[in-house]
């Protein structure tokens, strides 16, 4: 009954979120765009002519994001280049390429790099997740994780004077990541956009400048 009675709210509270309606009206794909939107609106983090990777883009509300920002090519098409990976299928945006599979394994990241060219990237971003358990250490542990792989991406890829943005919670482990990231970043900053839901302890890392430069 309590189980039921959790999804009549969140199918509720879904159905009237301003963010929900307003990515409908919009045409994205989910109400975590908005998030990226602000966030960005603040760093400018997309600009036309970047190299931008996309990891754990489905269902591609941020790909399609980017989309625009990049959009206004002359004659169509966009100034820069997206790349989206995802373990799950995302279907098709135009100008961004997508790429299914584990970016951890070397078959997908030879893909990605195959397409790269020996180019570095602007800007990776990252809305990933884990299927977290309810149990707080383990989970802790999968966020942990996750951030890791997208740090250890992101420091192979990007350009000495790119940026990371990733998804982080609140957590046992947050001042763990938050440490990883001063010890990959010139500058690291935390955001916590409106369109993020107060009750939750989402937050998003923010770093710009590697470190460690050959």
């Not at 997309?46 to 996309?54: E, F, K, Y």
Request: hydrophobic share 40%; with cysteine; proline share 4%.
């Amino acid at each position: 009954m309590a189980k039921n009675k959790f999804n009549q709210n969140w199918v509720h509270d879904h159905i009237n979120d301003p963010y929900v309606k307003l990515a409908q009206k919009e045409g994205y794909r989910a109400r975590a765009v908005y998030k990226l939107k602000e966030i960005d609106e603040a760093e400018h983090l997309v600009r036309p002519g970047q190299i931008i990777v996309d990891l754990g883009a489905t269902p591609g509300s941020w790909s399609q994001y980017v989309r625009n920002k990049l959009a206004g090519k002359e004659g169509g098409g966009i100034q820069g280049e997206i790349f989206a990976l995802d373990l799950l299928l995302m279907e098709p945006i135009a100008d961004v390429q997508f790429i299914q599979g584990d970016f951890r394994e070397e078959n997908v990241l030879s893909q990605l790099e195959s397409r790269l060219l020996g180019r570095k990237v602007d800007l990776v971003l990252s809305d990933m997740a884990p299927n977290l358990s309810g149990n707080s250490t383990v989970d802790a542990a999968r966020v942990e994780y996750i951030i890791e792989l997208a740090v250890s991406f992101a420091s192979d890829h990007l350009k000495p004077t790119g940026s990371l943005l990733v998804k982080c919670f609140h957590g046992p482990s947050y001042n763990t990541i938050v440490d990883l990231f001063k010890d990959t970043f010139k500058v690291v900053s935390n955001k916590k956009p409106k369109a993020s839901k107060d009750k939750s302890s989402e937050i998003f890392l923010l770093g710009r400048g590697l470190k460690n430069v050959d």
